[in-house]
């Protein structure tokens, strides 16, 4: 049986509204400062709320980051046109606009720089944004091997890997955002994925 008291002390649910605002201050400061840098003062700060209001939600800054990457949502893939290569170009095209609005490159390497001192925050963000992503195209690439326009022997990892891979090394190479680059992914892909004697 509970008391008056303890329900008293469970007190008002918790705001949605500042938890996202927290968990959004935590993964752009996580972005822009990287883990060392970063502070509860600073993501509390930056989110409009006390210090006091984080801790009573998470109480280090490893169980805020895990939330926060935790929390991250990949966008849903986008409707299936039928198309062999529009829907691979659209779910690239969703990529990059994710990336993007999360400041992704920086919280990548962020993520990967801390990975010996806290491996979740790299294991979070595998599991909700990197491995799901990858599911989709290869959902996409295993339709167009059932409809003939795949070979059946190919490898679907690697290809996944080939339409991922210019995005990052685009990034790298100081040519992010370049026009095409998802065209071009695709293409050189399928055309390696070519049934011999297919168009």
């Given at each position: 049986?509970?008391?008056?008291?303890?329900?008293?002390?469970?007190?008002?649910?918790?705001?949605?509204?500042?938890?996202?605002?927290?968990?959004?201050?935590?993964?752009?400061?996580?972005?822009?400062?990287?883990?060392?840098?970063?502070?509860?003062?600073?993501?509390?700060a930056a989110a409009g709320v006390?210090?006091?209001?984080?801790?009573?939600?998470?109480?280090?800054?490893?169980?805020?980051?895990?939330?926060?990457?935790?929390?991250?949502?990949?966008?849903?893939?986008?409707?299936?046109?039928?198309?062999?290569?529009?829907?691979?170009?659209?779910?690239?095209?969703?990529?990059?606009?994710?990336?993007?609005?999360?400041?992704?490159?920086?919280?990548?390497?962020?993520?990967?720089?801390?990975?010996?001192?806290?491996?979740?925050?790299?294991?979070?963000?595998?599991?909700?944004?990197?491995?799901?992503?990858?599911?989709?195209?290869?959902?996409?690439?295993?339709?167009?091997?059932?409809?003939?326009?795949?070979?059946?022997?190919?490898?679907?990892?690697?290809?996944?890997?080939?339409?991922?891979?210019?995005?990052?090394?685009?990034?790298?190479?100081?040519?992010?955002?370049?026009?095409?680059?998802?065209?071009?992914?695709?293409?050189?892909?399928?055309?390696?994925?070519?049934?011999?004697?297919?168009?």
């Amino acid at each position: 049986m509970h008391d008056d008291k303890t329900t008293r002390r469970a007190g008002r649910p918790r705001s949605a509204e500042k938890n996202d605002a927290i968990l959004r201050a935590a993964l752009d400061l996580l972005a822009r400062q990287g883990y060392v840098r970063m502070t509860l003062d600073q993501v509390a700060a930056a989110a409009g709320v006390s210090k006091s209001t984080i801790h009573l939600r998470w109480k280090t800054k490893a169980d805020l980051l895990t939330a926060a990457l935790a929390a991250v949502r990949m966008a849903g893939a986008p409707p299936s046109s039928g198309d062999l290569r529009t829907d691979l170009l659209a779910i690239l095209r969703d990529f990059a606009r994710t990336v993007e609005r999360v400041n992704g490159m920086a919280l990548i390497g962020t993520c990967l720089a801390e990975e010996d001192h806290t491996p979740e925050l790299l294991a979070l963000l595998r599991e909700r944004t990197v491995l799901p992503r990858r599911a989709l195209l290869r959902e996409v690439l295993e339709r167009g091997r059932e409809e003939g326009s795949v070979r059946a022997d190919a490898d679907l990892e690697a290809a996944v890997s080939a339409l991922l891979g210019p995005f990052y090394a685009d990034h790298l190479a100081g040519r992010g955002g370049r026009p095409g680059w998802a065209e071009q992914a695709v293409d050189l892909t399928l055309a390696a994925l070519r049934p011999v004697g297919g168009r």
